[in-house]
T-cell receptor, first 117, second 112 residues
Framework: GAVVSQHPSWVICKSGTSVKIECRSL??????MFWYRQFPKQSLMLMAT?????????EQGVEKDKFLINHASLTLSTLTVTSAHPEDSSFYIC?????????????FGEGSRLTVL | QQQVKQSPQSLIVQKGGISIINCAYE??????FPWYQQFPGKGPALLIA?????SEKKEGRFTISFNKSAKQFSLHIMDSQPGDSATYFC???????????FGTGTRLTIIP
């Protein structure tokens, strides 16, 4: 299957700082990428849908000013957690779908574990 | 509103046995039902998926059974192996919209 790469795989930061997580589709063009958050032993919760060249669509309850999403190219989307606090500590996972319409299949990255001290 | 309900929350199966995980959905607009496998510290990986036009799909040891009238679908893992120990998520998405709604997950443990 297609490969989606996330970087960094884990990051520790101090409270109040900002952290950027990258999501890349390595062998296909992704018109749409999705960002999920997963707390320990819980399911994946969709945070936002990122469309190349346009503003992200955020799910209800997700602060768009806190979780900045940029999808500047067909192979890269970034999630920036601004002014991070300990409650933002979580496993962040991106997924991508290939260009050309609804195939139904999403490819997931390996996830990025954020720990805010 | 929980749109995809998954059970059981955890499951222990002996090696060689059949593991069965069930999901139920409410939204009749859903038309794509994938199952994902997730190991600790990793992202989910697609196992197998089905659309409502068929009642069963089999890939190797993994089978999805789909009951459209009951709005239920299940994953069967035949000849379960210790390497199958992981968390399994069912999911669903609507036609024309790739946004997935995930079930709550099932932690599967295969014992020797």
């Amino acid at each position: 299957g297609a490969v989606v790469s996330q970087h960094p795989s884990w990051v520790i930061c101090k409270s109040g700082t900002s952290v950027k997580i990258e999501c890349r589709s390595l062998d296909f063009q992704a018109t749409t990428m999705f960002w999920y958050r997963q707390f320990p032993k819980q399911s994946l919760m969709l945070m936002a849908t990122s469309n190349e060249g346009s503003k992200a669509t955020y799910e209800q309850g997700v602060e768009k000013d806190k979780f900045l999403i940029n999808h500047a190219s067909l192979t890269l989307s970034t999630l920036t957690v601004t002014s991070a606090h300990p409650e933002d500590s979580s496993f962040y996972i991106c997924s991508a779908s290939s260009a050309g319409g609804h195939t139904g299949e999403l490819f997931f990255g390996e996830g990025s574990r954020l720990t805010v001290l | 509103q929980q749109q995809v309900k998954q059970s059981p929350q955890s499951l222990i199966v002996q090696k060689g046995g059949i593991s069965i995980i069930n999901c139920a959905y409410e939204n009749t607009a859903f038309d794509y039902f994938p199952w994902y496998q997730q190991f600790p510290g990793k992202g989910p990986a697609l196992l197998i998926a089905i659309r409502p036009d068929v009642s069963e799909k089999k890939e190797g040891r993994f089978t999805i059974s789909f009951n459209k009238s009951a709005k239920q679908f299940s994953l069967h893992i035949m000849d379960s192996q210790p390497g199958d120990s992981a968390t399994y998520f069912c999911a669903a998405s609507r036609k024309g919209n790739e946004k997935l709604t995930f079930g709550t997950g099932t932690r599967l443990t295969i014992i020797p």
